[in-house]
């Protein structure tokens, strides 16, 4: 048979009529039929196919059963992802602190001058470069406020000023100085480095005039001594005492911590002011 013959063949039985019958068995009585050709059943095959295929996807897309299918999770199960990926993403950013913080120590250990963290911000950044980070604006306000209620100003005189010269300060922490006073720097305090959970002391009589959190320092405690003398404690952990306080020389008043965004590590930043001047710490307290 050749091709032409094996061609025609095929197209006659494509155009055979089939008729397909269901039988009554005890009976042998017709209950249904149907006219069939093959050319009817393709179309009807792949029409079904089709229809098949439709109703599979909108089961998938639209129903709580494509939960049941390997490969699509559940709805607890991405609130599960989501919440893992933030938690790791702030693993990372505590890793980073921590090797940025074991850093310094190691370099201290060696007898080296760790380098200070500039705040001088590059001018002419690209525009691919800028990053916009998110702020409490409530927080922003209350240091602005808070700075012209005490009157801070800076200075560049560091020397002992003769009316407080004979008033004796309490150590707030004893541990190692990481970063000095520098008014060039415009670091107006000193950062010291202690145990873990260590203990913050007031350094003279006075009175609780700030208690609260900050954006930029954390838990911060501020408070009022005589001679126009203000004392600051900032990125504590835990504050023990409240606005209003009176505490005593060489008191507890909170815990050391990491608190705030302006900090590399768990610390004291320590700020001595006077009639609004800032002054430098190690020039009056022995640390």
Known sequence: MNRKELTKKIFQMLKDHYRLIIYNDSTIQTVWSIKLTPIKV??????????????????????PLRENIPGYPSAKTRQMIIRNYVLVDSLENEIITRDKYFEKLRTLFLGEVPAEESSVSETGIKAHEVEFRSFNADSVFQDKLLEERLGLSITKNSKRLPSIENIHFFTPLRGMITNKFNTKTDHLAIDIVGTVNARISNVLDGTVIFAGWTMDTGHSIYIQHESNIISAYKHNAELLKSVGDR?????????????????T???????????????????????
């Open 265 to 287: 590590g768990p610390h004291l930043h320590f700020e001595l002011w006077h009639n609004g001047t800032a002054l430098d710490p190690e020039t009056y307290i022995d640390f």
């Open 42 to 63: 393709l179309t009807l095959g792949s029409l079904g196919a089709i229809l098949l295929i439709l109703f599979t996807t909108v089961i998938i897309a639209y129903t």
């Open 247 to 263: 505490v005593k020389a060489g008191e507890v008043i909170a815990i050391m911590g990491n608190s705030g965004e302006l900090t």
